[in-house]
């Protein structure tokens, strides 16, 4: 199953879902089912690395991540993706508004996941990723 996590510039939540959710999976035993990335619904960090203090959050939960570079999510991920999940409403909604409304279009909490570039709050975002992520893991593997 491919699994594409989206937030608004793919270098906070977006990234930090992805390497939460790959962890959990290899924690599992079940990397080899799932095919995770993550992409943005803007452009404006495109080329950029997860932002600093993002990494730093993820190295103090254990949580293994790459340098990458930021992206816009493309028309290919939006067809071959088996399900997008957004980090917020807003997330959601400019999915919807460019690429129609797909059921493999979903939410990860049932509450937008803050964006801590906004709050500075990294820890919560973590907390919130990790039970979406949790959460979505077990229903997977239902």
């Known amino acids: ?9 793919n270098i906070c939540r977006s990234p930090m879902a992805e390497a939460v959710f790959r962890k959990l999976c290899q924690d599992s035993g079940v990397l080899d089912r799932f095919n995770i990335s993550s992409s943005g619904v803007s452009s ?6 997860i932002y600093p203090p993002a990494k730093a959050e ?6 293994p991540f790459q340098r990458r570079a930021a ?17 917020d409403r ?8 460019r690429f129609g409304n797909s059921p493999k279009f979903r939410m990860l909490l ?3 996941v803050d964006d801590p570039w906004y709050t500075d ?5 973590y907390d919130d990723i990790l039970k979406g992520c949790t959460e979505l893991l077990d229903f997977l593997l239902q």
Do not use: P, W
């Not at 199953?1 to 510039?9: A, E, N, Q, R, Y």
């Open 1 to 9: 199953m491919d699994i594409l996590f989206v937030c608004h510039g």
């Open 44 to 49: 404006e960090e495109s080329g950029n690395d």
């Open 58 to 63: 993820l190295r103090r939960h254990g949580i």
């Open 71 to 87: 992206k816009r999510i493309t028309d290919r991920e939006a067809e071959d993706y088996d399900l997008i999940i957004a980090l």
């Open 90 to 97: 807003s997330n959601l909604a400019a999915l919807r508004r």
């Open 110 to 112: 049932d509450r937008d």
């Open 121 to 125: 709050d990294f820890q919560s975002a």
